[in-house]
């Protein structure tokens, strides 16, 4: 009687190397599409947080009776001045009307700065935003444009009308260009 034969179960290295060929180009064609997908989520939810922001802000407004202001701020304590949202934001109540924070009137939102890479540009001329009790926003419309790496193709902006309300829409080239030259 014949011993029964065996058969080793195995790949050869040629299969193996091919294996590892289509597995190192199907990463090198994942790894871009991840990184865009990561970066759009990461900018669609920083503009959804200032939206959120300035949404805060009309309803506090409105339910307090008096100003409220939104603002760019890197302490969290007081306004900056500047157009950089991405730096952070702060929601505040603006008693005596001066549109700057001061110790007493208390701070509604306070966030820090966006993730690096991810900018968010106003226009120098309305570096805050006061909402009326009525729940309007006191002069022109404000734009804030977010962009990243990713270029002109991916910029996105929030605009708030003097209505005091906040929508999402497509940036002027000037906001687009402005934004993509801001150091960050």
């Known amino acids: 009687m014949d011993a ?41 939810s920083a503009r959804s947080a ?48 001066d549109r700057e924070r001061g110790p007493d009137e208390p701070v509604y939102l306070a966030a820090g700065a966006l993730p690096p890479g ?10 805050r935003i006061t909402y009326r009790p009525d729940g309007s926003a006191h002069g022109s419309n404000l734009t804030v444009t977010f962009c990243d790496r990713r270029g002109a193709g991916a910029v996105t902006a929030l605009i708030v009308n003097v209505y005091g309300r906040v929508r999402s829409g497509p940036p002027s080239a000037a906001a687009i260009e402005r934004c993509l030259a801001t150091p960050r």
Do not use: K, N
Request: hydrophobic fraction near 50%.
């Open 50 to 97: 200032l939206f959120t922001a300035f949404h805060q802000a009309r309803i506090a407004a409105v339910h307090r009776g008096s100003a409220v202001v939104a603002c760019p701020s890197t302490d969290r304590m007081h306004c900056s001045g500047s157009p950089h949202w991405h730096d952070g934001w702060l929601v505040f109540a603006d008693d005596d009307g």
């Open 118 to 127: 991810l900018t968010a540009a106003g226009s120098a001329g309305r570096p």
């Open 4 to 44: 029964p034969t065996r058969t080793i179960a195995g790949v050869t290295l040629i299969e193996a190397l091919i294996a590892i060929v289509l597995l190192t180009i199907l990463a090198a064609l994942a790894v871009p599409a991840y990184a865009d997908l990561s970066a759009g989520l990461r900018m669609r």
